[in-house]
């Protein structure tokens, strides 16, 4: 689902215009985002959460030329699904 | 860290678009609860500026019950992925984005990191190469103000806070950023390639030593796997705040950091850097330090500011640069510095132990290669220890012209202390009696007639060292004296010659210490004079 659909999708269910739930989903993001700047992590519930979590450096191996390489350390949004949205798709939705 | 809810997005809508607090929360539901849907009905829902989210299956596969150990299938099923977009990324990575991956040379080791990477990890490094080849619809400038208002670092901790500051003052932009990258690269490189035993003189400052970063990570990772609960961050950065800030400011230190950094000094400068971190950290205040560096060490390190201000300058330069470099130069030129000078000042004590050592042995006269000058002199001042025919015959002598020949014989004669050179002695008496002319000769003779008087007394010091190294010449013999019942050598030395003075009626009676005197024995007792050595 591209964000086009994605947009127009939330304005009718929500009665807003395309354009007004474009600039609000943005205002939405751009608290969402400021917050992980901060690293506050977002909890939405029947949804998930989102949160800051910091790796720490490793070393890693290039399989093709096999060189080894130092990845520093970094800070990465992680995202955790609710435990029954998970838990559905996990049992539910198996092949 | 809080963390926020559905309100809080709310309470933002609600300020920049005018909705009612209960219409803005019915929006974000409605906003999440259409992801939700989407994502399950069709498997992959892109939100424009945020992230991809992605509902993944996963085939069913072999695995093992880790309690009981037996075998156990985990099921085929689906799980929920989110890949933030690369804008988001980057934000939310500021704090770090100084940092590039390097290639490690062989022989470093890592051995508590986690190679490999977690399997989130990799999923989520797999999924980042196709998000980079998405147009960046918004640019990161958008993000900036938004940032530089706060002006808050992302974590509570001095490491982020410190570079963003550093950042802030550089004015971040993405092309300084990336600007600076190159040039990190290599210095991160030659930072991290540095293998962490080398530099261990600095003692129990690992922490601070930016080569002892990797022993200091080896700490953090105790009960670490790769991801860290807040806590955890914090502690991180709490425990690291040295090494870390040394990592960060700059990665922009350069060579420097293959030299040695002496850990005090280091130490201290990052003190007062991140003491004045707390609010303005400004050029000037590291300035300021980096003149008191200069200061107390002196020119030569202004010399390695300016070669490295020269190569800094094709890196955009803050002055945090200059700070670091000279600061772990300084310390290295303190150290060696130190160490001169303690080899320096033990050197000049061994020098002036020996010259101490030399000296009293040329006072005691065992030197005969002595300049006739320095015989004079002492001649002259051991007149008092002559007898009067000697002193004479000396004055006689040196009116007729003394070889130099002769003035060191005397010399030897009155210097050697109970060391009389006899063979000598005859020899400067012949040499005397060959050379000179007749008036010569028959003061040599007076003077030969004197020193045979002395060549009769025996060498007494050669007999017993305690002589030797006395206080007394043994001249003469003073008088006899019968031993009476009850007597000992040393109750008639003390008598006679006072308290200690045993050595010289031994030697003169050719008794042994300590021997048992039989009453109406005769004991001679020595006519001494004292040596007067002290110049």
């Known amino acids: 689902m591209n964000n ?7 304005s009718s269910v929500t009665g807003y215009t395309v354009a007004d739930t474009q600039k609000m989903v943005n205002m939405v993001i751009d608290y969402m985002t400021d917050n992980f700047q901060d690293g506050n992590a977002v909890t939405i519930p029947n949804f998930g959460t989102f949160d800051v979590k910091k790796k720490l450096e490793r070393v890693m191996v290039n399989p093709s030329t096999q060189q080894r390489m130092l990845v520093p350390p970094k800070l990465v949004l992680n995202f955790k699904p609710v435990v029954s949205w998970k838990d559905k798709l996990k049992n539910g939705g198996g092949r | 860290m809080q963390r926020k809810t559905v309100e809080d997005i709310a309470g933002v809508l609600v300020s920049r678009s005018g909705l009612s607090q209960e ?12 992801v939700r849907r989407g994502l399950e009905r069709d498997k992959v829902l892109k939100i424009k500026g945020f992230g991809t989210f992605k509902i993944i299956s ?7 019950n880790v309690n009981t150990g037996e075998a156990v299938i985990i099921n085929g099923h689906e799980k929920i992925t989110f890949t933030p977009d690369s804008t988001v990324k980057d934000l939310v990575n500021k704090p770090f984005s100084q940092f590039e991956t390097v290639i490690l040379n062989d022989g470093v080791e890592f051995e508590d990191t986690n190679i490999g990477g977690t399997l989130e990890e990799s999923a989520y490094n797999d999924d980042s190469v196709s998000d980079e080849n998405e147009p960046v619809e918004s640019p990161v400038l958008d993000k900036g103000p938004s940032s530089e208002a706060d002006g808050r670092p992302l974590f509570d901790l001095p490491v982020a806070q410190d570079y963003l500051l550093v950042t802030e003052r550089g004015q971040v932009s993405s092309e300084h950023v990336l600007g600076e990258d190159t040039v990190s690269k ?5 930072m991290r390639t540095f293998p962490a035993a080398s530099i261990d003189n600095v003692e129990g400052r690992m ?6 970063e990797t022993e200091n990570k080896a700490g953090l990772y105790d009960g670490s796997h790769g991801e860290l609960q807040e806590s955890d961050i914090e502690s991180y950065g709490i425990n690291t705040e040295s090494s870390e800030k040394e990592v960060l400011l ?3 230190e350069t060579t420097v950091s293959e030299d040695n950094i002496a850990g005090d000094y280091s130490y201290t400068v990052q003190q007062d850097l991140h003491e004045t971190t707390d609010g303005q950290q400004t050029c000037e205040d590291n300035g300021v330090s980096e003149a008191v560096v200069t200061d107390s060490y002196g020119k030569s390190d202004g010399v390695a500011v300016q070669t490295e201000a020269v190569s800094d300058e094709e890196s955009e330069d803050i002055s945090d640069d200059k700070d670091s470099k000279k600061k772990s130069d300084d310390e290295r030129f303190g150290l060696w510095v130190t160490l001169t000078w303690i080899f320096v000042t033990l050197v000049l004590m061994a020098v002036s132990a020996f010259g101490g050592y030399l000296y009293r042995m040329y006072e005691v006269g065992g030197n005969m290669n002595i300049v006739s000058a320095d015989v004079r002199i002492s001649e002259d001042e051991s007149d008092a220890d002559m007898d009067k025919e000697s002193r004479s015959s000396d004055a006689a002598r040196r009116k007729t012209g003394p070889d130099s020949i002769k003035a060191i014989n005397t010399v030897v004669r009155k210097d050697t202390l109970a060391k009389p050179v006899i063979a000598e002695k005859t020899t400067a008496v012949a040499d005397n009696n060959q050379t000179a002319d007749k008036k010569s000769e028959t003061v040599d003779k007076r003077s030969a007639d004197a020193e045979n008087k002395q060549e009769t007394m025996p060498d007494y010091g050669s007999m017993d060292i305690r002589v030797r190294t006395g206080a007394y010449n043994i001249v003469g013999l003073n008088q006899v004296y019968t031993v009476k019942s009850g007597e000992s050598i040393e109750s008639i030395s003390k008598r006679f010659l006072g308290e200690g003075m045993e050595c010289y009626v031994e030697v003169y009676n050719g008794l042994k210490p300590n021997t048992k005197l039989t009453p109406g024995q ?5 006519k001494l004079k004292w040596k007067k050595r002290r110049n």
Not at chain 2, 186 to 190: H, P, S, Y
Not at chain 2, 207 to 212: P, S, T, V
Request: negative net charge; charged residues 35%; glycine residues 2%.
């Open chain 2, 522 to 526: 005769k004991i001679n007792i020595p």
């Open chain 1, 4 to 10: 086009k659909d994605f947009i127009s999708d939330i």
């Open chain 2, 58 to 64: 996963v085939e069913a596969r072999k695995s093992v």
């Open chain 2, 186 to 190: 290599t210095e991160v490189e030659e």
């Open chain 2, 23 to 34: 219409d803005a929360i019915s929006f974000v539901n409605a906003l999440f609860d259409t």
């Open chain 2, 250 to 252: 700059p990665e922009t």
């Open chain 2, 207 to 212: 922490e601070e030593d930016i080569c002892g």
